[in-house]
């Protein structure tokens, strides 16, 4: 096992819901559900104003309790005073670990997550930290 925790939950999770999806590819959320799913991982995206849609091949759900499978890591694309309700809903459904994107602060929601036993990042990029941890080719 590493000692790095953002390569700890990024080496462990399977399933990620992303809340705050977007079918733009110009939003950083459409990137990075992109990217996450090239890299294998299952993505889910969560975005009430999508809700029963296909996003990137994967049905949109309105809220993390839709999501009809277990969630390992939640990945939030919300303003900092949205983010709180989502990290409380990340502990309502047993998540592992909750991930604030870049730029994305809510100290009180993450002492909370923490409290509750999940792992918690805060103002990184998932995509950006998977590339960083990713071995060069050819590596060992």
């Not at 096992?1 to 959320?29: C, F, H, W, Y």
């Not at 809700?51 to 009809?68: K, M, S, T």
């Not at 390992?72 to 309502?92: P, W």
């Not at 997550?113 to 999940?118: D, I, K, P, Q």
């Amino acid at each position: 096992m590493t000692e790095d925790p953002i390569a700890q939950i990024l080496s462990t999770a399977k399933v990620i819901a992303l809340v705050g999806a977007s079918p733009n590819p110009a939003r950083p959320s459409h990137g990075v559900m992109a990217y996450l799913q090239d890299a294998g991982y299952r993505v889910i995206p969560v975005n009430p104003g999508l809700a029963g849609q296909l996003l990137l091949g994967e049905r949109v759900y309105a809220r993390l309790a839709d999501i009809p499978v277990p969630v390992d890591l939640v990945d939030i694309f919300r303003r900092s005073e949205d983010a709180g309700a989502a990290i409380d809903d990340s502990i309502a459904i047993g998540a592992k670990a909750v991930w604030l994107q870049l730029g994305i602060y809510d100290d009180a929601a993450i002492a909370r997550a923490r409290a509750a036993g999940l792992a918690a990042v805060v103002n990184r990029c998932t995509k950006i930290e998977h590339m960083r941890l990713k071995p060069a080719p050819g590596a060992r």
